[in-house]
């Protein structure tokens, strides 16, 4: 089975963010640092209800955070 298809911006509205690191994001919507790294690696698909924390945690709307298909190479 090919990588997963579901995108993310994270490390890019991280940065975008007063460079708020890993830890930081991770404690803001209560996971992991490591789950964190596994998102931005795409190594890992989020619960619905993580996604929208990490949205919220960016205040923009989940569209803008995440995507799916073939945008995953884009950006």
Do not use: W
């Amino acid at each position: 089975m090919g990588k997963n298809l579901v995108g993310n911006y994270i490390r890019k509205l991280r940065f975008d963010h007063n460079e708020m690191t890993q830890q930081q994001l991770a404690d803001k919507v209560g996971v992991t640092r490591q789950t964190i790294v596994a998102l931005e690696k795409g190594n890992y698909s989020p619960s619905l209800e993580l996604a929208f924390r990490i949205s919220h945690a960016f205040k923009l709307p989940l569209e803008e955070v995440f995507f799916y298909g073939e945008n995953s190479e884009e950006r």
